[in-house]
């Protein structure tokens, strides 16, 4: 993997935004088979704690630093990144790229209700994209996914299942379709409008998270990880 730094033992993607969708957009129109990590503080510090885990993140092709924290870490490090690169930004690129050149998704993950709703402002925002399937993430056989995504034979597979189930979840199946494969966290709820992301200005400011905190006050617990993984990042410098 070129452009990498290393943080906490993952080499992290360290290019443009731009850059980014450049190399994904030829990857997927060759059918290359290609996993993508959006990895924030929560999941670096997850994968450093978890050994198992870290080795999934290790099989990945790309690892993006979707988190200021990451950003903030490796200039800590020494290791400037060129910027932020969100799951989300991703997402919506990809998806106005499919739809631009006619190919096909794969959706898994979220509530059921919030699938419908996701599936109407695709079909209404992205009326070329095919949608190859649909799956919520409250299934009991993910055999019988994998076979559907298979069977679905489609250019990208957007996985939603929060981390680290979606990460797992791509590595075990991802050589049943080649395609992209991207774990996405909770995408699926803000493009449906379940949940509103932030604005422009948190967004341009770094503080996307401080917003996303006032909204949702018990995602407390998590917001934790970033300064444990500050703290890890200090200990790294150190060494």
Known sequence: ???TSKILGIDFYNNS???FCK???IKASNR????IVTANPEIALNAYQDESFLEIVKQADFVVPDGIGIVKGAKML???????ISGYDIFLHMLDWGNKNHKSAYFVGAKPSIMSKMKDVIKKTYPNLKIAGIQDGYFKDELKVAKSIQKSNSDMVFIALGSPKQEYFINKYREVNNGIWIGLGGSFDVLSGEVKRAPQFWINHHIEWLYRLIKQPSRIGRMMAIPKFLRLIRKQKRL
Not at 32 to 35: E, G, I, L, R
Not at 78 to 84: A, C, G, I, N
Request: net charge negative.
């Open 32 to 35: 290359q088979n290609t996993f």
């Open 1 to 3: 993997m070129s452009n």
């Open 23 to 25: 190399e994904i957009e």
């Open 78 to 84: 020494d290791l400037p990144m060129k910027e932020r």
């Open 17 to 19: 935004f731009n850059n």
